[in-house]
Every structure is written in C-alpha cells, then in structure tokens.
C-alpha cells in the first residue's frame, strides 16, 4: 500500500485581487458579487511573467532536499495537468519533465481526467511502483489565458505547483482507497470558443459530486461520520455547502478556508487544502480524509487517505 512520504507547494509570490482579475475578464458587475459574496474569492497567486517550471522546481527542489532516500530511490515521474499542453510548440519530451528523462526515469504526462488526474495518479502509482521505488506526481500549470482562467459563472483559476512523493514504506499519510466515476456526456472539446461542449454541466455538476461521493463511501466501506476532513477542489464555496445541506454532513467538514487566497489551482486544490490543515495542527492519528476533485470531461476522483 502506497503512502504520501511528503508533499510540496509552490505557487508565485505575487497576487492579484478579484476586482483587478474581474477587469481582466471583463466581468459584470453582477458577476463580481456573486463571485465574491457567494464564491468566496478574494485574491489569486497569478504570475503571467513567471515560466511554469519555476513553480514546478521550487516545489521538486525543496521536497527531494528533505527526502534524500526517496529521491534517491525515484524511479517513476507523472506531470498531471488540465490542459492538453501546458507551454506552446512543446517538444517530444514537456520541460517539466525533461530533467528527470535525462537521468533516465520513467516520465509521462497525464491529462485525461483532467482537475481530477492528479488524484487519479496516486491510485496509478500503486499499480506501477515497485516495493522499492518512490513516484513523484507534479500537479502543475499556468492560468495563460482569460479563456483558461475563467469558467463562466463557476470559478477562477489561480496558480499553484503541488508536487507530492509517493512510495510503500509506512508514513504518516496512508493511501487507503479511490474511487473514480465518469459522466461521458462532457467528453469533446475541440478548443472551438462556438462548441457547447458544457451545455448541461452546470444544472448536473451538484447531482455528479453528490453520487461520487456517496459512491465513494460505499467502495470505502465507510459513513460521513467516519470522516474528519474532506479535502476539495477549490471551484468555488457555495457549491460545497450545497452539498453538504444534500447529504445531510456538517459543511465544517469541507476545508473551504483557502479558497478566498488561492481561488481553484486546477488539481493542486486538495493539496494545498492538506498543507492547510498540516500547518494549523488539526491533523491526529487516525483521522480518515477525503480528497476530492472534479475535472470537466467529466471525471470525479475520490482518495481516502488515513492519517498515522
């Protein structure tokens, strides 16, 4: 069974305020309050002039330092991104990955499920990993674009790096289970700005994270009550306490607290929300976490994750 050895976070130091990102977006003014009043966005890590890979080494960089054994075991690297590519006229092998081709490690790029891959891959890394080896998922990409940045009337994308070292020797954060469901009607999506690849995701959106959910619980083994925390995409806070009044569980249980500084970090969200509840201390052995992400397509991923 695999276990998170540890975890790192890299985002751009500079921030930008929602009324300054809503001019950039040419927001309503409707738009703005509902965004703020009952979204809960505030500000944004968003750095147009920093590269990609200053976020993705500053968080692989101060992660392998701390885990010398781990690194020198890596033998597996996975970058997960929403985004088909991540920079313009990539190469064979994306710069993210290049310097660990170079010394010869397994690397790929995982896309598919897209806000959901990263959580995805820590379920991936249990089947590809031997006892021996250490994986490293690299949860990580740039908001370039206004049409990237905003999904109307959902959520504001900001920017955070998670990368996040996996491997089978106990550690404080078990990997239990995962559970994954698929809703194909929102699989195409061509880039055309005309396509209504979406038409019909927002009224279903509430309906799919509430079955994942339940779904999950069942594959676990497990009631709400069982739960301490639950770890979400950051897509937006009203969403979240609309699923908590659905379900009947006590919406404390959500960590919404980050999405007012960070807004939604693509898949880096329920990491980020981790470090949150780490660096405040609420974490105890045995507390049962959930984290949990929602990529268009759409996908729904769904880790259990055991604190030691």
């Given at each position: 069974m695999l276990h998170i050895v540890d975890f790192e976070l890299d985002h751009p130091e500079r921030t930008e305020a929602l009324e300054e990102v809503a001019e950039q977006l040419s927001l309503s003014r409707n738009q703005r309050r509902m965004f703020s009043?009952?979204?809960g966005f505030e500000a944004f890590h968003y750095?147009?002039?920093?590269?990609?890979?200053?976020?993705?080494?500053?968080?692989?960089?101060?992660?392998l330092a701390r885990n010398e054994s781990g690194a020198a075991a890596l033998s597996h690297v996975a970058h997960c991104h929403t985004l088909p590519a991540v920079t313009c006229f990539e190469g064979e092998?994306?710069?993210?990955?290049?310097?660990?081709?170079?010394?010869?490690?397994?690397?790929?790029?995982?896309?598919?499920?897209?806000?959901?891959t990263g959580l995805s891959m820590l379920w991936a890394m249990e089947q590809l990993l031997g006892k021996a080896d250490t994986g490293l998922v690299l949860i990580a990409e740039k908001a370039f674009h206004p049409d990237v940045r905003l999904i109307e009337n959902t959520t504001i994308m900001g920017e955070c790096a998670a990368a996040v070292l996996v491997r089978r020797e106990p550690s404080r954060l078990r990997i239990v289970d995962s559970y994954t469901l698929h809703e194909p009607r929102f699989w195409q999506n061509?880039?055309?700005?005309?396509?209504?690849?979406?038409?019909?995701?927002?009224?279903?959106?509430?309906?799919?994270?509430?079955?994942?959910l339940t779904k999950a619980l069942q594959q676990f083994n497990l009631d709400m009550g069982d739960v301490r925390f639950i770890l979400p995409h950051n897509v937006n806070m009203a969403s979240w306490i609309m699923m908590a009044q659905i379900l009947g569980f006590d919406r404390?249980?959500?960590?919404?607290?980050?999405?007012?500084?960070?807004?939604?970090?693509?898949?880096?969200?329920?990491?980020?929300?981790?470090?949150?509840?780490?660096?405040?201390?609420?974490?105890?052995?045995g507390d049962r976490l959930l984290l949990f992400s929602i990529g268009l397509g759409a996908t729904a991923t769904c880790t259990l994750v055991q604190v030691g």
């Open positions: 009043r009952f979204f750095d147009e002039a920093a590269p990609l890979e200053q976020m993705t080494s500053g968080a692989v960089d101060r992660l092998t994306s710069p993210i990955l290049a310097p660990f081709a170079e010394r010869g490690l397994e690397v790929f790029s995982a896309t598919m499920n897209h806000c959901a061509t880039g055309h700005l005309d396509e209504p690849y979406l038409e019909g995701f927002e009224d279903m959106y509430l309906d799919f994270a509430c079955r994942t404390h249980k959500v960590c919404l607290s980050t999405i007012g500084r960070f807004g939604h970090c693509f898949g880096a969200d329920p990491f980020i929300n981790l470090m949150q509840l780490i660096e405040e201390d609420c974490l105890k052995s």
